[in-house]
């Protein structure tokens, strides 16, 4: 797993290159946007580990360009923008993960271990996921309510597969952090919170039965429930 480092402080940039080649693995570092893209078009990389404070081109910047380009390459952005805002802003430009600066080492490598299995996944045969009157195609990843198409973020999309394939089952809110982006991670942010709201808003507002129940004190259900 060759990974690529776009940091402009060079301390840290070198604090991480030296910490990835200790645990045996192979790194470059890029110091902005430009030389960042110049070596993607190089090399093949596994992993983009991303700061969001760049100079020429910011970090949430550069993460859409990466996605559009490299859908099979994972962006882990690293960044001492923390608030919820931030988080939902470098999800929706495409990124895999988010930590928060400062962070232990062995967190870091725990998370890049997830998205490296993640990655090298083989996709299963193509399965249409159904609950009353929606059909989720996971192959095309295309969502019909009513027979009407609905358009997801790749973020929704995942939480909403990971909902179909647990139906009828309670799922507290680290769960669905951890199954749906990958690892184990306290933001101290409503991120879940805030995607289930995007979510039913999309599926369930002008729909029925709704689809998606909050369960109190635990976390949500996806369950047909007659209205």
């Not at 776009?6 to 946007?33: N, R, T, W």
């Not at 890049?112 to 059909?135: F, G, H, Q």
């Not at 192959?139 to 009407?148: G, H, M």
Request: glycine share 4%; with cysteine.
């Amino acid at each position: 797993m060759k990974i690529l480092v776009v940091e402009d402080e060079q301390d840290v940039a070198s604090f991480i290159k030296s910490g990835l080649e200790d645990y045996g693995l192979e790194a470059d570092i890029a110091d902005d946007a430009f030389r960042a893209q110049q070596l993607l078009k190089e090399q093949e990389y596994g992993t983009v580990i991303l700061d969001v404070n760049l100079p020429i081109m910011n970090g949430f910047e550069l993460c859409k360009i990466i996605r559009e380009k490299y859908e099979d390459v994972s962006i882990l952005m690293l960044t001492a923008f923390g608030t919820t805002d931030n988080v939902l802003t470098g999800f929706d430009a495409g990124a895999d993960d988010y930590l928060v600066k400062p962070f232990e080492f062995r967190e870091l490598m725990a998370r890049l271990r997830a998205l490296n299995r993640r990655r090298l996944t083989v996709p299963t045969e193509a399965v249409i996921l159904k609950i009353a009157d929606l059909e989720y195609n996971q192959k095309s990843k295309t969502l019909k309510r009513d027979n009407q198409k609905i358009s997801l973020t790749a973020r929704e999309l995942a939480l909403l597969e990971f909902f179909l394939k647990n139906q009828n089952r309670a799922l507290s809110r680290s769960e669905i952090a951890e199954k749906v982006w990958d690892v184990n991670f306290d933001t101290g942010t409503n991120v879940v919170d805030v995607y289930v709201n995007y979510l039913r808003k999309k599926i369930d507002k002008d729909f029925s039965p709704k689809l998606i129940h909050t369960i109190s004190g635990i976390g949500y259900i996806m369950q047909e429930m007659q209205d």
